[in-house]
């Protein structure tokens, strides 16, 4: 058998209508229909299916996912999660660990990741809103969670029954969760916030010893427990910028201030990934991290930390096709084929995370082979020129993952996009269901 008549072999005028290994074909009817039939996704999951989950509830409530087809997915190796946990840890020397899991745990789904960052040593999680407490809470998750960006009208009194923490840096917040847990009939837990000098959330300077005084009297009034101090560094991922230590010096004061005032915080916090991993000074009774979890390097030109990718973006193969030399590719024709090639077609696009500006950038594994994707990315899809090389319809097509295979990773990704690997998983879209791997 020849190249040209082998089964699946693109050719020019081939409207790729039946492929030898379509989805739904009687190969990809044996496996379970959580788990994809690709080399590299049948070798991650040998770590077997804990949960497969998409949608994120968004308008119509949480589809299932776990039945439907669906040609991409976000596979999440829990285990790769717990010994991050472990890892930080142990660098964090004796510090607590609060495992940040907002964003539904950076897109990694925030209910499996919680589990696993617990199982891997966490003491306590944080998101960043009241819902995302509270959803995990119905999940069963009962050690303390902390909600860090807490808005007016959010749902306070169902916070304060439901044991959720609550990052408090003004004045009229703090009155408000006072005033709910008034209503509850049981003291709000509280971490008190203070800007050291990002400009972000937390009392400035001057507000806080004002915020300390009405906290202790609210506590002094059974509405209010102050559970823990914090703020965030704006540059823990430059060590040497001089805010680093400005920050550190400002904190330190006002924990002070504070302990004198008669604070006697559980917590008192400021580290996240880069600082626990970096940044002794900083880590305190608690440390914060949130990408390192997920395996990703916060301060990538730091030495590297060893961790693991905990996400793999796989798709398949949807339709392949030989073109003729000179043929536009997807909108704009932003790309033109150099040559008569083969192109394959991707379903995943935008929508599902994709960076548009992508096109023409990012590069994938298909085939076995590093690609480039083709001109630009579209909502639902984009397009890779093989040149001669051959694909069939329903081969496993990596977006990202943690390199194993030569695919790219989401630093990878981030760093030929001009951004964060943060950015790259958190965007991974809600309709790409994730499957937990433990
Ligand atoms: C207040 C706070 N703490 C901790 C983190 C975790 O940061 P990282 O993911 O860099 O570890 C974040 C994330 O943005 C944050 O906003």
């Given amino acids: 058998?020849?190249?040209?008549?082998?089964?699946?072999?693109?050719?020019?005028?081939?409207?790729?209508?039946?492929?030898?290994?379509?989805?739904?074909?009687?190969?990809?009817?044996?496996?379970?229909?959580?788990?994809?039939?690709?080399?590299?996704?049948?070798?991650?999951?040998?770590?077997?299916?804990?949960?497969?989950?998409?949608?994120?509830?968004?308008?119509?409530?949480e589809a299932d996912w776990g039945t439907m087809r669906y040609p991409t997915r976000a596979l999440v190796e829990l285990s790769a999660i717990r010994e991050?946990?472990?890892?930080?840890?142990?660098?964090?020397?004796?510090?607590?660990?609060?495992?940040?899991?907002?964003?539904?745990?950076?897109?990694?789904?925030?209910?499996?990741?919680?589990?696993?960052?617990?199982?891997?040593?966490?003491?306590r999680l944080g998101v960043a809103y009241v819902e995302e407490a509270l959803a995990l809470r119905e999940a069963g998750v009962d050690v303390p969670v902390m909600a860090m960006v807490c808005?007016?009208?959010?749902?306070?009194?169902?916070?304060?029954?439901?044991?959720?923490?609550?990052?408090v840096g003004g004045l009229r917040l703090l009155e408000e969760v006072a005033a709910a847990a008034?209503?509850?009939?049981?003291?709000?837990?509280?971490?008190?916030?203070?800007?050291?000098?990002?400009?972000?959330?937390?009392?400035?300077?001057?507000?806080?010893?004002?915020?300390?005084?009405?906290?202790?009297?609210e506590q002094a009034a059974g509405r209010v427990e102050i559970v823990g101090i914090w703020s965030h560094l704006a540059c823990a991922d430059e060590p040497d910028h001089p805010s680093v230590a400005g920050q550190a010096k400002v904190f330190r004061e006002a924990v002070e201030l504070a302990e004198r005032a008669g604070v006697r915080p559980?917590?008192?916090?400021l580290a996240n990934s880069a600082a626990a991993l970096y940044l002794p000074d900083t880590r305190w009774d608690l440390v914060r991290p949130g990408i390192a979890l997920y395996g990703l390097h916060p301060a990538p030109g730091l030495p590297d930390?060893?961790?693991?990718?905990?996400?793999?973006?796989?798709?398949?193969?949807?339709?392949?096709?030989?073109?003729?030399?000179?043929?536009?590719?997807?909108?704009?024709?932003?790309?033109?084929?150099?040559?008569?090639?083969?192109?394959?077609?991707?379903?995943?696009?935008?929508?599902?995370?994709?960076?548009?500006?992508?096109?023409?950038?990012?590069?994938?594994?298909?085939?076995?082979?590093r690609r480039r994707i083709a001109g630009r990315v579209c909502?639902?899809?984009?397009?890779?020129?093989?040149?001669?090389?051959v694909v069939q319809e329903g081969d496993e097509v990596i977006l990202f993952g943690p390199g194993d295979r030569g695919e790219p990773t989401?630093?990878?990704?981030?760093?030929?996009?001009?951004?964060?690997?943060?950015e790259i998983v958190t965007r991974i879209g809600g309709r790409v269901p994730r499957t937990h791997l433990d």
Avoid at 329 to 346: F, P, Q
Wanted: proline fraction near 4%; charged fraction near 25%.
């Fill in 1 to 61: 058998m020849n190249e040209d008549s082998a089964p699946g072999r693109a050719r020019p005028g081939d409207r790729g209508q039946r492929g030898p290994r379509l989805r739904g074909s009687r190969a990809r009817a044996v496996v379970p229909e959580c788990a994809d039939t690709g080399p590299a996704v049948r070798e991650i999951s040998r770590k077997g299916v804990v949960s497969c989950k998409g949608g994120r509830g968004r308008g119509g409530g």
């Fill in 266 to 269: 559980e917590v008192r916090h």
């Fill in 379 to 389: 909502m639902d899809q984009f397009v890779v020129d093989l040149g001669d090389d």
């Fill in 84 to 123: 991050n946990v472990r890892s930080i840890r142990e660098t964090a020397g004796g510090a607590e660990v609060m495992a940040m899991i907002k964003a539904d745990g950076y897109g990694h789904g925030a209910a499996a990741v919680a589990k696993a960052a617990l199982a891997g040593g966490a003491g």
């Fill in 305 to 369: 930390p060893g961790l693991r990718p905990a996400m793999t973006v796989v798709s398949q193969v949807a339709f392949a096709k030989r073109v003729a030399a000179g043929s536009g590719v997807s909108y704009g024709h932003a790309y033109t084929t150099a040559g008569d090639v083969n192109v394959a077609l991707v379903p995943a696009g935008y929508a599902d995370g994709v960076p548009r500006n992508g096109g023409n950038v990012l590069e994938l594994l298909v085939g076995g082979a």
């Fill in 151 to 167: 808005t007016k009208g959010d749902e306070y009194e169902r916070a304060v029954e439901r044991g959720v923490d609550l990052g």
């Fill in 182 to 217: 008034g209503r509850a009939g049981r003291a709000a837990r509280v971490h008190l916030a203070v800007d050291t000098g990002m400009t972000r959330e937390g009392a400035a300077a001057e507000g806080w010893p004002e915020l300390v005084e009405r906290a202790l009297k």
């Fill in 410 to 422: 989401a630093q990878d990704w981030a760093e030929a996009l001009g951004t964060i690997s943060y």
